[in-house]
Structure formats: C-alpha cells, structure tokens
C-alpha cells in the first residue's frame, strides 16, 4: 500500500508559478506510476499528470501540456507538479494519486487510481 501526503498549495495571480510536492510511503513506490489529479468546484474530479515508475515516460491533459511538469525522485519517494502560467481555471484541490497504466501509443497512459492523497488547494486569482 502507498500512503500519499501533498503539500505546497496556496493562493497566486494568475500568471504565477507554483510547485506542488507529494511525499509518499510505502515499498511498492519506485514500482508505481504517479501523477495528479485535479477536482475544481462543481466539476469532475479531472487527470493531470502522470509518471512512469522510471520517469521516462509521462502524459499530460491537453489543458496543462505546456504549462505543467510532473517529475519523480525515487530515492526520496517523491512527486512532484511544476505549474507555470497559472490562470484561474487551474484553481481546484489537486491530488497526488498513484495509477494503474498501461502503455499507448509509446506513452504510459492511466487506467485507473489505486491510492490518492488528501489533496492541497490551489487557488488562482485573476
């Protein structure tokens, strides 16, 4: 089992730059494919994010491709969200989830959630 615990939410203008963090337990991490997820108010939870156990892969929702960064350190069990040009529609709870995947078209693509964390707010004002 893989517990998940985010951090780095906050308030920023839109425009701003911001990291989120996920730190993670458990031995099955290095093996996992992570990534995040994002729920806005009155919306579907959405994917973001995700990672392949190695890092070589990753995949992202066409609505941040260009803007957000997911990376990993194995050694410390860690994920991570890069988020640049943060514009209000970024404003949601984002989670730190760890996938079943699989592989398409080259990409390691999800397929389903095995554990989420809590979530960190993120709140983008215009």
């Known amino acids: 089992q893989v517990q998940l615990v985010e951090s780095g939410g906050g308030l920023v203008q839109a425009g701003d730059s911001l990291r989120l963090s996920c730190a993670a337990s458990g031995r099955t991490f290095s093996s996992s494919a992570m990534g995040w997820l994002r729920q806005a108010p009155g919306k579907e939870r959405e994917f973001v994010a995700l990672?392949?156990?190695?890092?070589?892969?990753?995949n992202y929702a066409d609505s941040v491709k260009g803007r957000f960064t997911v990376s990993r350190d194995n050694g410390k069990n860690a994920v991570y969200l890069q988020m640049n040009s943060l514009s209000p529609e970024d404003t949601a709870v984002y989670y730190c989830?760890?996938?079943?995947?699989?592989?398409?078209?080259?990409?390691?693509?999800?397929?389903?959630?095995?554990?989420r964390g809590q979530g960190t707010q993120v709140t983008v004002s215009s």
């Open positions: 989830a760890a996938f079943d995947y699989t592989y398409y078209s080259g990409y390691a693509a999800p397929r389903g959630i095995k554990y």
């Open positions: 990672i392949s156990p190695s890092g070589g892969s990753t």
